[in-house]
Nanobody, 122 residues
């Protein structure tokens, strides 16, 4: 079993930055692709970014490309999402997810954290 715990969410003004963290335990972290998703009220959960186990391949949604950066520290079993130039439309609950294979759909991931709220005020 894999456990994921997100942290780092909060309230920030538009144009500001936040860094989310996701600590993973239970299995060999370095074997997993890690993804970030978000879900705003009344909307479906959507892909934000993903990083393969080696860290060499990273994928981003068009809406966050150039503003968000995903990274991982396999020694600490932690994945990060650095979010810069935040916009009100980035407001959502952010979830990290893990799976052995890469995917951009929530259905591609077997393991999920509980989520952390990010609110961007205008």
């Amino acid at each position: 079993q894999v456990q994921l715990v997100e942290s780092g969410g909060g309230l920030v003004q538009a144009g500001g930055s936040l860094r989310l963290s996701c600590a993973v335990s239970g299995r060999t972290f370095s074997n997993y692709t890690m993804g970030w998703f978000r879900q705003a009220p009344g909307k479906e959960r959507e892909f934000v970014a993903a990083i393969r186990w080696s860290g060499g391949f990273r994928y981003y949604a068009n809406s966050v490309k150039g503003r968000f950066t995903i990274s991982r520290d396999n020694a600490k079993s932690t994945v990060y999402l650095q979010m810069n130039s935040l916009k009100p439309e980035d407001t959502a609950v952010y979830y990290c997810a893990a799976d052995r294979l890469y995917g951009s759909s929530p259905y591609d991931y077997d393991y999920w954290g509980q989520g952390t709220q990010v609110t961007v005020s205008s």
